[in-house]
């Protein structure tokens, strides 16, 4: 699902101070008292989120819009649309000092599935009661989502590893002390890494503080950023609003609008649409499912076996798991077809089936 979640088309986005986008209304806060005349004072609006607490994440996504691919020497054009849910607890593991230095949770996942529509085809992909435990890594621009139970398959990850990471929220925070209508640019790094995208040129994104108010803050970020996205050349549009709460020191509501145009790349099809998500976090006191002793035992660190995906075929009764650099590009008609990927560009490919059953002392030769 990752590979069609964040695509767009040439329609005007709108934000309002109340929606965005057809958003819920956030909810009004009391005015802060009147400062003195020609004054314009500082404040520093910073994250205290810290290893060991606990949060509610919601995050409800919609895209609709086209992907087209190529058929036959021919570009193909089908109506594409999403609806997509991911609830879960998720307790932080590490916070690293550095602002874009390492960060790792848990996450366990009470609902996930999605309903996704091409052309006339539908699939609900949904994450296995197996692998609702989740362990996530962000380093730099690079996230690595993993279940420490069992290997995801590459439908679980595109699932589930979706724009708007919410280990990364509080870094649209300023790093220094700001007034309102003040704006600063966002890093390239923070963008790149929520976007789930390869790698970007350009990137001009950046934030503005619109109100403060003692009991939280609002902000709303802008901006366009190019690049390449599973290898292929991607330009996306953002525009959105934040919340940050000053009596919890979270941000605890993200409204985003993003159009993106996506090329046709070796492995994916082009995108041309428009996606909404909307990300809230609450803070939670404890999570059975997240308690010291529901973790203990467990590998929570990737690693290269953590990391393999998992591909089989139930009708034929065969399994295998396989590095992330494999990319299936099956359809309906070919359920194992995998292409291995390097830098862009399809360095391997191979196609798995299952053999005829064999009667005793009979030979099969395969060319």
């Not at 949904?126 to 139970?149: K, M, N, W, Y």
């Not at 503080?209 to 609002?218: H, P, Q, S």
């Not at 790349?265 to 006191?285: E, F, H, N």
Request: aromatic share 4%; glycine share 8%; with cysteine.
């Amino acid at each position: 699902m990752r590979r069609i979640l964040i695509p767009a088309a040439a329609l005007v986005l709108t934000i309002t101070m109340g929606v965005c986008g057809g958003m819920t209304a956030e909810p009004a806060e009391p005015a802060e008292s009147a400062e003195s005349a020609g004054t314009k004072p500082t404040h520093l609006l910073s994250s205290t989120r810290k290893a060991g607490q606990i949060d509610r994440v919601e995050a409800d996504l919609t895209v609709v819009g086209y992907v087209s691919q190529r058929v036959d020497e021919e570009v193909k054009r089908m109506k594409m649309s999403v609806q997509g849910k991911l609830y879960y607890d998720e307790k932080t593991l590490e916070m690293s000092a550095d602002a874009a230095g390492r960060r790792r949770s848990v996450r366990y996942y009470d609902e996930a599935e999605a309903a996704i529509g091409v052309a006339e085809a539908r699939v609900k992909p949904t994450l296995d009661a197996r692998r609702r435990l989740v362990a996530v890594e962000v380093d730099g621009t690079e996230t690595t989502l993993f279940s420490p139970q069992s290997e995801l398959t590459a439908d679980e990850l595109d699932l589930i590893d979706i724009l708007g990471n919410s280990l990364l929220l509080d870094r649209l925070l300023p790093e220094k002390p700001v007034s309102v209508g003040d704006r600063w640019k966002l890093p390239k790094e923070l963008i790149v890494a929520m976007l789930r995208i390869d790698a970007a040129s350009t990137s001009e994104v950046s934030s503005e503080l619109t109100e403060l108010t003692e009991v939280g803050a609002r902000f709303e970020l802008t901006g366009r950023i190019k690049g390449t996205w599973d290898g292929a050349a991607a330009e996306i549009e953002l525009q959105g609003k934040y919340r940050f709460n000053r009596k919890t020191g979270r941000i605890d509501w993200v409204g985003l609008l993003a159009k993106v145009n996506r090329d046709i790349g070796a492995i994916t099809r082009g995108t041309d649409s428009v996606v909404r998500l909307i990300v809230t976090v609450a803070p939670k006191q404890q999570s059975d499912r997240l308690s010291d002793e529901s973790l203990a035992g467990l590998s929570l660190e990737p690693t290269d076996k953590l990391t393999r995906l998992a591909c089989g075929s139930s009708s034929d009764g065969w399994q295998l798991t396989h590095g992330r650099q494999w990319y299936s590009v099956s359809d309906q008609h070919d359920p194992a077809s995998l292409k291995l990927v390097e830098q862009g560009k399809v360095v391997a490919q191979c196609k798995i089936a299952a053999l005829p059953k064999l009667t005793a002392g009979k030979v099969v030769f395969m060319e």
